[in-house]
């Protein structure tokens, strides 16, 4: 079962029987956003909380909290993300999702033309720190799996988006 | 008539021989991650014996044809053998009439149409539809869909502890209805639901029943009259068959009167530049070229069952259920739950579980390690999940092909995945 040590490795196991940062936070303040795995069923609840919504991209994660229900995979990506996140800047956070979307071979198209923008940019966000959340490298094994590993952060990234534009 | 059917070995009822049958399954015969193939998950799709592969070739290979208005003898045999699996359908579910079967191209398709034809021309503001909470997002949505344009009210029919139907308040709950909407057995606990009772009463109110057979028609003997159904659906890939044909069968005076659904060839007797005129049914309800060898395979899935015998098959599910049950709880006590009547007589084949609080999607994922096929997720049924209090279930199913060898499997895939797991 070799396959399968890939996927679920100790640290992974370890935010799943552990979540950091599991709960609620008051919403307002805190912007609440809701995403869903319609393949199979998984619900997560991100709530986050930034120093100062003006700042835009600048404005600082101040707190995040972790809610719903889901898999292994799901579960502890998100736990791993919130204590990634908390503390740093909306701007870092989305170079952060990027570099992770990408090591989950997800390439989301720029709206750039300019491939060579594209290409260093890359190279950039691929640079990124990504630490515990190296172990979750092996999902890329399980096409299936990939969906439940980027929830949390889709839905951190609509949350940030509503924190900033409200 | 060149269509040549492959010849059925013929498996005598009074000695069910699971081992044998499994032979008639070629992909029963791979491997998966070095291990022996265990397929539980046919609620979701059956696999397909020989001879329906074969029946498809054969169409293509000697008879492959666009059917009807042709004269040539290909065409005429394609048509041939069209026409005669709809009869096949029809004696299959004890239809009287073959003109009351509509092909479709799967089950959802066929109660979409239910919804936008028959829904459309007979349900006004106010009236009520009465579904329940087992059913699948096929049997819902085009039912919210239909009520949030016309303004149409959705009832409920409540379920007990063990996910059986509540029926104590039927009565109250059939006022002003129009439609009974129901499943014959849940795709996720395998409840067996009584819909000969419900339409019963449904009746006496003057609203009809259609019911959502996708999954008792391939495990148990159908007869439409018994059930006092007005509409039946189901699907051809769970019952041995292919993907991409379903089936609706509805009395000939509701297809009679029911407009189109789909416009285009095939269904009109003429068309003029200020209108057409609809063929009758079931061709009104059958627009462009239809799944030609989808419905022979589906033709041939049935000669297998029958040469079975369905009630040989309902014997056998019925047997490897309640040694399912028994295996699971006395193998796994407290660490496993078991969804759904508890009584095997009162199930079909199809067992959602939850397993040492180990999420369904990881379950299963280690399953397949073990080459044991089951499904996680929310099975189509999200108001039934939330009911159950889960985001998710497991679920194993079995057909006419699996064993209690292949129970015993699962059971050591479980006890794997507890260690894998443990907290």
Redesign the interface.
């Known amino acids: 079962m070799s396959g399968l040590e890939d996927l679920y490795r100790e640290i992974i196991l370890d935010h799943y029987r552990s979540p950091r940062n599991r709960g609620e936070l008051d919403s307002p303040p805190a912007v609440r956003v809701e995403g869903f795995n319609p393949l199979c069923g998984d619900e997560i609840v991100v709530y986050v909380d930034v120093d100062d919504a003006t700042k835009g991209d600048a404005a600082l994660v101040t707190d995040i909290r972790i809610g719903g229900q889901g898999c292994s995979i799901s579960q502890s990506s998100a736990s791993m993300m919130s204590a990634a996140v908390k503390g740093h800047s909306i701007g870092e956070i989305r170079d952060l999702t990027k570099s992770f979307k990408s090591m989950m071979s997800i390439h989301e198209e720029g709206l750039e033309a300019d491939g060579e923008t594209d290409a260093a940019e890359e190279l950039d966000a691929a640079e990124l720190e990504l630490g515990d959340l190296e172990a979750l490298r092996g999902v890329v094994k399980f096409p299936v799996r990939i969906k439940c590993a980027t929830l949390g952060w889709n839905t951190l990234q609509q949350g940030l988006d509503e924190a900033i534009s409200s | 008539m060149a269509l040549e059917q492959p010849k059925l070995q013929n498996h005598p009822s009074d000695d069910f021989d699971v081992l044998q049958i499994k032979r008639d399954f070629p992909i029963l015969a791979r491997r998966v ?1 070095d291990k022996p193939l265990v397929f539980l998950d046919s609620a979701a799709s059956s696999q397909k014996p020989r001879a329906v592969l074969q029946a498809m070739d054969c169409y293509y290979e000697t008879i492959n044809a666009n059917v009807h208005r042709a004269a040539y003898t290909l065409a005429e045999e394609a048509t041939n053998a069209m026409e005669a699996a709809r009869s096949k359908v029809a004696a299959f579910i004890g239809a009287t009439d073959a003109n009351e079967i509509v092909f479709t191209k799967n089950a959802t398709e066929a109660i979409n149409l239910i919804a936008r034809s028959w829904g459309a021309a007979n349900l006004a503001p106010g009236d009520a539809i009465l579904l329940t909470h087992l059913e699948h997002h096929a049997n819902i949505v085009p039912w919210q869909q239909l009520a949030a344009e016309r303004q149409l009210e959705i009832r409920w029919i409540p379920l007990t502890q063990d996910c059986q139907l509540d029926l104590s308040n039927l009565d109250a709950l059939l006022e002003g209805v129009k439609i009974v909407a129901l499943t014959s057995m849940s795709n996720v606990v395998g409840t067996i639901t009584p819909v000969r009772a419900i339409a019963d009463a449904a009746h006496a109110v003057g609203a009809l029943v259609a019911v959502d057979a996708c999954q008792s028609v391939p495990h148990l003997p159908t007869d439409v009259g018994q059930l006092g159904a007005d509409f039946l659906t189901f699907s051809g890939h769970k019952m041995l068959g292919p993907t991409g044909i379903g089936v609706l069968w509805a009395r000939k005076e509701l297809l009679e009167a029911m407009p189109p659904f789909l416009g285009g060839g095939g269904m009109i007797v003429d068309v003029r530049l200020d209108g057409f005129l609809a063929a009758e049914a079931p061709h009104k309800f059958e627009a462009g070229t239809p799944p030609i060898a989808e419905i022979i395979g589906l033709g041939a899935a049935i000669d297998y069952l029958n040469c079975l015998g369905m009630d040989a098959v309902r014997k056998h599910e019925i047997a490897l259920t309640a040694f399912a049950l028994r295996h699971l709880s006395d193998r796994f006590g407290d660490r496993i739950s078991l969804y759904g009547p508890q009584d095997a007589e009162l199930r079909g084949g199809v067992m959602s579980f939850a397993f040492d609080q180990i ?4 379950l299963s ?2 399953l397949d ?1 073990h080459g044991v096929c089951i499904r ?3 099975h189509c049924a ?1 108001p039934l ?1 939330r009911l159950l209090g889960v ?2 279930t497991a679920r194993a199913s079995w057909y006419l092909y699996n064993n209690e060898a292949d129970i015993t499997s699962l059971g050591d895939a479980l006890e794997d995945a507890g260690k ?2 443990t ?1």
């Open positions: 991650h999420h369904p999607h990881d994922q280690v390690q996680p997720g929310h999200k999940m985001g998710a894998f797991f907290f």
